[in-house]
Every structure is written in C-alpha cells, then in structure tokens.
C-alpha cells in the first residue's frame, strides 16, 4: 500500500464540509469511473431496477447480524437458503442449511472449512493423523481457491490444465489421497465459462472411495453458472446435488443472481455436513444469535435485494433474461467469427463470450483493448491459465442491461478498432 502524506486529501479533514458540498466533491472524482452500463467484463450486476434500487435503500441501516431486531429479514433470509436449496436439488427438503456471504470467496471459504472439519472428525474418530491436510483443484480455479488453502493451512494441489477447456480429471483422481479433505469442480470457470465433468467426477471419486474407504466430497463452485444453469433447458450434464458426493455449492447472487454486489450464498447438501462446532452462538444482542461466517456485521439490502428478484422474476422470468442473454452471446460469436479477425473460444455455453485475435503478429489484444477503452468499452484482457504457451483472451459477460442494440454498436467496434489498429500497421 502506498503512502502519500503529502496529499492533503489523505488526512482527516480538521473541519467538515456541508453534506452537499461534500456530495459534490465526491461525485467529481467519481466521473472519472468507468461507466457501469458498459462494464462488460465484469460478472457482477451493475444495473438493477428502480423498484430494487428503493428496496435497497429504505432497508440500507440493517445490521443483518442483529436478528433479534431484524427478526423478518432473517426469515426472508432463510427462505432464500430453502428456496436455492430446492434449486440445486437437495435431496432432503427438511434438512437443510446454508448461509449468506458477502460473495463466492467468502461461501467457498466456508464450504471448504467444513470439509477440512468433517474430514479431520472422521480421522481423530479413526485415530488417524490429521496434520496435513490437502485439497485438490484444478489450476483455472478461481483465486479464492488458492486463498483458502494459504488462510486455512491446507496443501494445495492445483493440478495445472492442459488445454483451455479440459479438466484434468486423471490427474486430480490421482492427487487424492487419505488426507484430501474435498475435491473442487467449477461449473462456469471465470476464464472461458467451461463446466467441468461434474458427472464422470462424482461417479470415479466415488468408486476411489469405496475401495479406499475414504470419504472425499465434492465442492461444486457454481459463483457464475448457480443461477444460470438451472434456467437452460440444455444443462451440460449433471452438476449439483442431484450427484450424491456434491456436498457444498457456491453462487453469486452479485452475479446471474441480478443482485448488486456483494452477495453470495452457500448452500449445503444437508444440514449434517455444517459440522455444529463450526457455529458460533453469540449473546451481544437483543437475542443469542448463532453464526456461521467469517465477518459478524454485515447489511441486510443484498440479502433483500435478492428476494426482490426472485420474487419479481420467478423461474419463467430468470429463464426469460437468461435465455435473452445467451441469444445475445450467440449473436456477438457469430459475427465476430465471420469477421476473420477474431476467434471464439468459450463453449457456448453461458451468456458469457471468451475470444482471442487470430494469428497477428503486429497487433497486441492489450493494445485493442486501450483503443477500446477510448470507446468507453471496458472488458477485460488476460492470459489463459495452464501449462501451455499461455494465450491473451478477452470476455464479453452480457447482462440483463445489455441489449441487442449494444450488441451491435460493440461488435462494429470491436471490428472498427481492428481494422483502423491493422491499417494503421500497413
Ligand atoms: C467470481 C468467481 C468467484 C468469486 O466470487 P465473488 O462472488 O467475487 O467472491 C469464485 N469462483 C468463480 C468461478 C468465479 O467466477
């Protein structure tokens, strides 16, 4: 972090200013934000509708912690949990059990440390040693991944991916061991929205811990895809908790869930696998309340925010944006592939568009993006994970608030910019 002493802005003003003045001041600075309606890069919601954007403010000064107080919110709360959990299938209605968080890293820390909580039970039961603990992913997971297993002391294996879209099933089933406490899966990695073999994954891990007598689960991280999947008629196969070893699934209410950020919610396969010791029962307030986060504070807006668009939307309305957002997608891969310019590498799976520059050698995906940028576009530029010679891609995530017309203003400049870059070089 840098320090600038010198800059009068960084000290504690001696005296305030009035609230307008000091509105203004801030305003100004932030005209030189990015816009959020053209904010492509991003996952998470930048735009939602008047109606939530009242909802959200009437109900900001909620401590969501304080359920004694806020006793309805946290029911509201808990129906959302009920009704995500019927989403991703929980096989028992009566039994379940999650959790807000502020967003996926947060429920993925969680869910992680359950399992490293239910593994280690089941050694000490076995008198077996539990010093060293391993989880097992793959290399294009997200960073939050690597985050849990430095924060929370467990080995990392990340097993690297060898091409853009393979996940590198033989070698993570041969990584596991007695002291892997999960195996991760992702479905809708961040790099180019790939589903991992979810299916074929369960039923081998499976298989290994039968004749190992182990008992490894599978997380699912389903922070883009949660509240995607279940709206397309065309799953790729199956990938939540209608897969017996998928013990813990993450989503992003913040991303398909149409939901400002930050808001993320943990769902467990059954309320057995929260191990009771992993909550906190705590007497501040007006009432003992028990928790199970990693931050105690938290405001209540996201958590009703996102019943707000469950309600509003209903399964036929987040089948409608969805489906709009996948047609959209679809439009953009097809004209940027007829272009010659560019290639399409995302599986045409999610409302997301994944692409690098065909072979040239005088034009820089870093550059296009700068002149770009001057279009006020912002998306995003970076290196394909694995061992393999790295490749610059970029991705389009469309939204709800991006629209057919947008679609068509992007496509002639990610084309224009191309080819003025491209004669400019000649
Ligand atoms: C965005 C993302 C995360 C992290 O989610 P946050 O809600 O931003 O904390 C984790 N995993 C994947 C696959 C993601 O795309």
Redesign the pocket.
């Known amino acids: 972090m840098k320090k600038n002493s010198k800059n009068s802005l960084n000290i504690f003003p001696k005296k305030g200013n009035k609230p307008a003045k000091a509105y203004k001041a801030i305003c100004s600075e932030l005209a030189l934000d990015g816009n959020v309606h053209l904010d492509l890069g991003s996952?998470?919601t930048t735009v939602m509708n008047s109606y939530a954007d009242k909802l959200i403010l009437e109900q900001i000064g909620k401590n969501f912690i304080d359920y004694g107080e806020y006793g309805q919110t946290k029911k509201i709360h808990d129906r959302i949990i009920a009704i995500l959990s019927g989403l991703l299938n929980v096989p028992n209605r009566k039994s379940i059990n999650g959790t807000s968080?502020?967003?996926?890293?947060?429920?993925?820390h969680l869910a992680l440390l359950a399992h490293k909580w239910n593994w280690k039970k089941r050694r000490q039961s076995l008198n077996l040693n539990t010093s060293k603990p391993n989880i097992v992913y793959s290399g294009n997971?997200?960073?939050?991944?690597d985050k849990f297993a430095l924060y929370f002391d467990v080995e990392p294996r990340k097993i690297p991916v060898s091409a853009l879209h393979s996940y590198p099933l033989e070698e993570i089933l041969n990584s596991i061991d007695e002291n892997t406490i999960c195996v991760g899966a992702?479905?809708?990695?961040?790099y180019t929205g790939s589903i991992d073999p979810i299916e074929e994954l369960n039923s081998k891990l499976s298989e290994i811990n039968s004749k190992n007598n182990w008992d490894i689960g599978i997380h699912v991280?389903?922070?883009?895809s949660g509240f995607v999947l279940p709206f397309l008629k065309l799953h790729k196969s199956q990938w939540n908790f209608s897969l017996p070893l998928v013990r813990s699934i993450?989503l992003?209410g913040?991303?398909f869930g149409l939901v400002y950020?930050?808001i993320?919610w943990l769902i467990f396969r059954d309320a057995f696998f929260l191990p009771k010791d992993l909550i906190f029962s705590s007497h501040y307030l007006e009432k003992p309340i028990e928790t199970f986060t990693l931050n105690y504070s938290k405001g209540a807006s996201m958590i009703l925010a996102q019943y707000f668009s469950i309600l509003q939307h209903g399964i036929s309305g987040y089948k409608k944006i969805i489906k709009n957002c996948c047609q959209i997608a679809q439009i953009i891969r097809e004209k940027l592939s007829q272009s010659d310019y560019f290639e399409v590498v995302d599986e045409a799976i999610l409302p997301i568009v994944v692409f690098k520059l065909k072979l040239n050698n005088s034009i820089d995906l870093n550059e296009f993006q700068l002149h770009l940028k001057a279009r006020n576009w912002m998306l995003p530029v970076y290196d394909s994970p694995g061992n393999f010679e790295p490749e610059k891609l970029m991705r389009i995530v469309i939204k709800e608030n991006f629209n057919r017309a947008m679609a068509s203003h992007l496509c002639d400049d990610l084309i224009n910019v191309y080819q003025n870059l491209n004669n400019y070089r000649l």
């Not at 968080?101 to 993925?108: K, M, Q, V, W, Y």
């Not at 997971?141 to 991944?145: F, I, K, M």
């Not at 992702?186 to 961040?190: H, M």
């Open positions: 996952f998470s968080t502020l967003g996926s890293s947060e429920a993925i997971a997200h960073v939050c991944w992702i479905a809708g990695n961040t991280d389903a922070a883009i993450n992003s913040h991303k950020p930050g993320g």
